[in-house]
C-alpha cells in the first residue's frame, strides 16, 4: 500500500533539489507560528519531496526543503525506525523502497557530499493540512536558502495556539491565555 507520507506525523519526507529561487516563488508564506524556541512556516503550496537513493541513503528534496533516510538493518524488534512503521517510497526512478523499521531520518555523509554540510531542521505545513490536524512536519532545509525563505516573510509572527485558533482549531483557552501573556 503506498502511503502519502506527507500525512504521515511519524514521517513527513520527500526529494527534488532544482530551482530553489523558483520554491521560493511558488511557496510563498502565509505565516510563521512560533513554538517552543522556533518557528513554522505556513506555506501556500505543499512541500513535494521526490526521492532518490545512494546505496544506504535516500534523499528526498523540494527546492531547499530536504529529507535523509539511513539503512540500518537493527536484529532488535524492540529498536526499529519509527517505531516499526511499514511504508513504501516511490523514488524518481520508479522504483520502490519498502520500509519496516529499517529506514532511519539521519543526514548522512553522502547526504552531506550531494547538498553540503550547511543542512539545518526546519518545519512547515499548510493551512489544509493544519486544520485537518494541527500537527507541523519536520523537515531539514539549506541553511542559506531557508534563512532568505525566512527573511522574505515581512508580517507577524502568530503564537502556536494563537495561529490554531485563527484555523479554527480546537484550543485549550489556558493555554492561548498563557501564550498571550508571555508575548506581553
Known sequence: MMLNLRKMIFLCIKFKFNSTDKKMKDNNIIAMDKFNDKEAFVLKNPIELKYKRYGDTIIGTDGFFVDSLRYEKVPSHHSQAFAGRQFQIKLENGDIVKCAGDWW???TEKTIEILG???IATTAGTIEDLKRCYVFCG???IRNKIKEFRESYKDKIYGYWEYSKIL?????E???KKEMEKKS
Open 105 to 107: 531520518d539521519q543526514i
Open 168 to 172: 479554527g482549531c480546537s484550543v485549550p
Open 174 to 176: 489556558h493555554l492561548l
Open 117 to 119: 554540510s550547511n543542512i
Open 139 to 141: 523537515y531539514y532545509g
